[in-house]
């Protein structure tokens, strides 16, 4: 497609259950990131995807968090068990590759609300 | 480890005024500079970037930004805005170093102009 593309666009969930959300990136676009946008506190990076290398899971905030990406284009999140403090917008960006100099083209986002 | 620092999380302007968002950053290596912008309801789009080069960069709409590396900034300025720049704009700052891929955001800052 023409964007990142991430579904759904809203997700309203009971606490303790799992949710699944999914980014789409822009074809041909090898580096994959998720970052998690809180009320006034920016942007917090959470996992990146690069080609076939490991991906650095270095911001998922617990175990409770794991993404995965198949065939090198479309990634989930997955949130396990969520809780209150889950609920944020959840934001997907691609790039050419995994260098700052290309920029990252984001999605519009997945609005999680646990309640 | 990198932070930006956005001295106001809003601004209000009048229509045809000049603007100036802040961006202070802290980094012990160099690095890449970026102002997004994220008009409601939509993901961040990348607005202008530093790299390399002139300190002074422009986007296509009208805003520049310039890397002063001594006061470690990178303010947005706008001479005149018009009603379609109400956003939220966020700086990000990673670094320049081979490889890396890591953005870190500011908090951001709510542009809002009045009529």
């Known amino acids: 497609g023409a964007g990142v593309s991430q579904s759904p666009s809203n997700k309203v969930t009971e606490k303790g259950k799992d949710v699944e959300l999914r980014c789409d990136p822009i074809?041909?676009?090898?580096?994959l990131y998720w970052y998690r946008q809180s009320l006034g506190q920016g942007l917090e990076f959470l996992i990146y995807?690069?080609?076939?290398?490991?991906?650095?899971k270095s911001g998922l905030p617990s175990d409770r968090f794991s993404a995965e990406r198949t065939g090198g284009s479309v990634s989930t999140l997955t949130i396990q068990r969520t809780q209150q403090e889950d609920s944020a917008v959840y934001l997907c960006?691609?790039?050419?590759?995994?260098?700052?100099?290309?920029?990252?083209?984001f999605g519009s986002g997945t609005r999680l609300t646990v309640v | 480890a990198q932070s930006v620092t956005q001295l106001d999380s809003q601004v209000p302007v009048f229509e045809e005024a000049p603007v100036e968002l802040r961006c202070n950053y802290s980094?012990?290596?160099?690095?890449?500079l970026f102002w997004y912008v994220q008009y409601p309801n939509q993901g961040l789009q990348l607005l202008l970037k530093?790299?390399?080069?002139?300190?002074l960069v422009e986007s296509i709409n009208g805003f520049e930004a310039e890397f002063n590396k001594s006061q470690t900034s990178f303010h947005l300025r706008k001479p005149s805005v018009h009603i379609s720049d109400t956003a939220e704009y966020f700086c990000?700052?990673?670094?320049?170093?081979?490889?890396?891929?890591?953005?870190?955001f500011g908090k951001g800052t709510k542009l809002s102009v009045i009529p």
């Open positions: 960006a691609s790039s050419p590759a995994g260098g700052q100099n290309y920029g990252y083209t």
């Open positions: 074809s041909g676009h090898t580096a």
């Open positions: 995807f690069q080609g076939n290398s490991a991906p650095d």
């Open positions: 980094s012990s290596v160099s690095v890449y």
């Open positions: 530093y790299l390399s080069g002139s300190t």
């Open positions: 990000a700052v990673s670094d320049s170093g081979a490889g890396s891929y890591q953005l870190t």
